[in-house]
């Protein structure tokens, strides 16, 4: 039986690849903070805040013409963390990106209070959404 909060993150992933905001909404704490680690695009950096968030996903889709994909490859959890190892790719114009991931989550009561995302080539990144 999984972890609950493996459980959680696969429901936080599934409901990303199909657009579920108030699912991914109901998941984080209102307070959460989002680091973006590596590289110097626009999507580089730490965000405060769940509406915050939101607006770094909308740029996200946006600067990938809505074809960012994850595909998770494990969760692996237990009371307090969870960490998702995946590859992420996106296809714009003649432009595409495929990279390895992780993503570090502190998780309290239930929802994501704190994420890291890390990935393979911060330079790949820079190219594609710069």
Not at 70 to 95: C, E, M, P, Y
């Amino acid at each position: 039986m999984a972890h609950p909060n493996e459980a959680l993150l696969r429901k936080g992933y599934e409901a990303f690849a199909s657009y579920d905001l108030d699912t991914i909404r109901a998941l984080f704490a209102d307070d959460i903070v989002w680091h973006v680690v590596g590289g110097r695009n626009p999507l580089t950096g730490t965000i405060k805040g769940k509406d915050e968030v939101f607006g770094w996903f909308a740029k996200l889709l946006t600067l990938s013409d809505g074809t960012f994909k994850i595909d998770v490859h494990d969760v692996i959890a237990n009371d307090n963390h969870a960490v998702v190892l995946s590859t992420d790719s996106a296809q714009r114009g003649d432009k595409s990106l495929r990279v390895e991931a992780v993503a570090v989550y502190h998780i309290d009561n239930g929802q994501v209070t704190e994420a890291w995302f890390f990935n393979s080539d911060a330079y790949a990144d820079d190219e594609f959404f710069s």
